[in-house]
């Protein structure tokens, strides 16, 4: 397709202008969309991109904004999100859709959306962000060395001097203290929402780091993609007061179910400015697979610097497929399987993030 129009919702954010940056280039007719106007047009004049003023929660303004256009990419967030109000307006006008959103429910119900996206011949694709695109591509390399899987554990930290949003700190107060359903033992149990905390061994430079439980679609989908006895996701911050910071949160949840802690957010991502000065930039995230014979192969990637390339690459480098190749099939699915390990390898090591293996707790040489 000649000069496509691409739009990226939240084009301006953190996520969405990394995309947008590596996109202008594509020779697509770029479309930055958002509610801020200031902030949208001195992005997009910057990228020799064009500013579409655009709530998205406004029903008219969405269905003007995708009005011929051929892809529209999600990066407003909340990352979280539980309806299917965007991509269903893509599907009634033909527009491709591919959002960064990885909300557990939001990314496993997303086939229900498939009927109606093959109708009218439209690419459906959420989840295209680092759970569960890129850790699916890593468990997926590590899970072909075993016969049957025992267990699949993921670990992600960032650096506390990396830039968080606030649908970033939103998605992870909408599960803090409530319950999370994780896969024990080939059945399901329930947890509770940034408990089960430990301290996990990331590649050097990130080292030692404490993680909790999160609710991700890794959690929803593995079981079933690799046959494993066991899944479970943890994530946190660099500084560790944070994370109990966040956990005595969870507590006040416990007490107050009804509480809306998502609308902490602004405050927190303020709160958390103060503290810039601390930590480093480092941040990784690593899966481990156990087989049936107790041995264990690890798989991390390491990002000294450029954290936010890694939650951006899929978005990004499934848009490339698409204008490349076309969209690989028409539905709607969750981001696991359509772009490999070695494409996120190729795509990030120029930022400086690297992959390290591992095997039975100990990491090679980065």
Not at 54 to 59: E, F, G, L, Q, S
Not at 163 to 179: D, E, K, R
């Amino acid at each position: 397709m000649t000069n496509p129009r691409i739009v990226i919702l939240g084009g301006y954010g953190t996520f969405g202008s990394l995309i947008a940056d590596q996109l202008a280039p594509s020779g697509a007719q770029l479309y930055i969309a958002g509610r801020d106007a200031s902030k949208g047009n001195v992005f997009a004049d910057s990228i020799h991109a064009q500013f579409i003023h655009c709530d998205a929660r406004n029903t008219d303004a969405l269905r003007d904004t995708i009005s011929g256009k051929y892809l529209l990419i999600n990066a407003a967030g909340p990352f979280q999100a539980k309806d299917y109000s965007i991509p269903r307006a893509c599907i009634e006008h033909g527009c491709h859709y591919i959002d960064l959103g990885d909300g557990r429910e939001y990314v496993a119900g997303i086939r229900q959306l498939d009927d109606s996206a093959r109708a009218k011949g439209a690419f459906v694709c959420v989840g295209a962000s680092t759970t569960p695109a890129v850790t699916s591509a890593a468990a997926a390399e590590l899970c072909r060395h075993f016969r049957r899987i025992g267990s699949i554990k993921v670990a992600l930290s960032a650096g506390n001097r990396n830039q968080a949003g606030v649908s970033t700190i939103a998605s992870i107060l909408a599960y803090v203290g409530l319950p999370v359903r994780i896969w024990q033992g080939g059945r399901w149990r329930q947890k509770t929402g940034w408990e089960m905390g430990e301290f996990f061994d990331f590649p050097k430079p990130v080292g030692r780091r404490r993680v909790q439980l999160c609710d991700v679609p890794d959690l929803a989908l593995f079981p079933s993609m690799f046959q494993a006895e066991n899944v479970v996701f943890k994530a946190g911050v660099e500084l560790t007061l944070f994370n109990y910071a966040i956990g005595v949160l969870g507590l006040l949840r416990k007490l107050r179910p009804a509480s809306n802690m998502s609308a902490l957010a602004q405050l927190l991502v303020w709160f958390s400015r103060l503290f810039k000065s601390l930590g480093t930039t480092h941040g990784s995230f690593a899966v481990s697979v156990t087989g049936d014979s107790g041995a264990e192969k690890s798989l991390a990637f390491v990002a000294p610097q450029n954290g936010p390339r890694v939650p951006s690459a899929p978005a990004l480098l499934l848009a490339r497929n698409v204008l490349a190749h076309g969209i690989p099939a028409a539905g709607a699915f969750p981001c696991v399987g359509f772009i490999s390990l070695a494409q996120f390898a190729e795509y990030l090591a120029p930022f400086g993030i690297f992959v390290v293996r591992g095997e039975n707790g100990s990491w090679s040489s980065a």
